[in-house]
């Protein structure tokens, strides 16, 4: 989908003047990898910085606002670090079925970014955001009717789901700016095998610490 951002990484460094010097443009920072020190604490915003040739790697980090799409245009089976999501599919607290498209506004806390890429990686989506919006969206419509969920209670949904995101990518390092629904659409037909599916795609696997190969910048 060429019509949607990558929020994790840019590899459009620019090296000059045998690679002392590296220029950040503009809407992203930088993150700098020691192969003595390790991922360093300093963030390079927008500029010209300098770094020591073969000892420091760097990797730009999309610091705008990114959407992150879910919708039945989306296919992951390429790419799961596409910035976005095939339709969700969830139950309601009267046991039934809708799809779900939406769109999700994220920030990346540039601060944080050493910490972040130490940590998780550069694999954002698949790790966080995807099983982390899934879980969210579920959770928020299994307390709302469908004929609540696509009448009256559409706003309150979009507000539940926002607060929901926003206290669970917080701790990763991820601003939700704001979450809108695109459509919901009643499912016929699921039966219980989909019910289990939907169980098990809750739970979130544990975040593992990369190690120091997975960080470097291949130039």
């Known amino acids: 989908m060429a019509s949607i951002?990558?929020?994790l990484v840019s590899l459009l460094v620019d090296e000059v003047v045998g690679g002392l010097i590296v220029t950040v443009p503009p809407g992203h920072v930088g993150c700098?990898?020691?192969i003595f020190r390790g991922v360093l604490k300093n963030v390079w915003h927008p500029g010209m910085h300098f770094k020591v040739p073969l000892i420091h790697r760097v990797k730009l980090f999309n610091a705008q606002l990114i959407e992150y799409t879910v919708s039945k245009d989306i296919t992951l089976k390429d790419n799961k670090e596409?910035?976005?999501d095939e339709v969700i599919n969830s139950v309601t607290?009267?046991?039934k079925f809708v799809a779900v498209e939406a769109t999700v506004l994220i920030k990346l806390d540039t601060e944080r970014l050493p910490e972040i890429w130490q940590n998780i990686g550069e694999n954002f989506v698949s790790k966080i955001i995807r099983p982390v919006t899934r879980s969210r969206i579920r959770k928020v419509l299994t307390n709302h009717t469908l004929i609540k969920a696509l009448s009256t209670d559409?706003?309150?949904i979009e507000d539940e789901v926002k607060q929901?995101?926003?206290d669970s990518l917080s701790q990763h390092g991820l601003h939700v700016d704001n979450f809108y629904l695109s459509s919901l659409t009643p499912i016929e037909g699921m039966q219980q095998m989909e019910i289990n599916?939907?169980?098990k795609e809750e739970v979130i696997q544990p975040i593992e610490s990369?190690?120091?190969t997975e960080m470097e910048t291949r130039f």
């Open 210 to 212: 990369n190690t120091s």
């Open 5 to 7: 951002d990558n929020l």
């Open 197 to 199: 599916n939907l169980a």
């Open 82 to 84: 596409i910035m976005g």
């Open 164 to 166: 929901e995101l926003i």
């Open 32 to 34: 700098i990898y020691s």
């Open 93 to 95: 607290s009267d046991n």
């Open 154 to 156: 559409r706003s309150s």
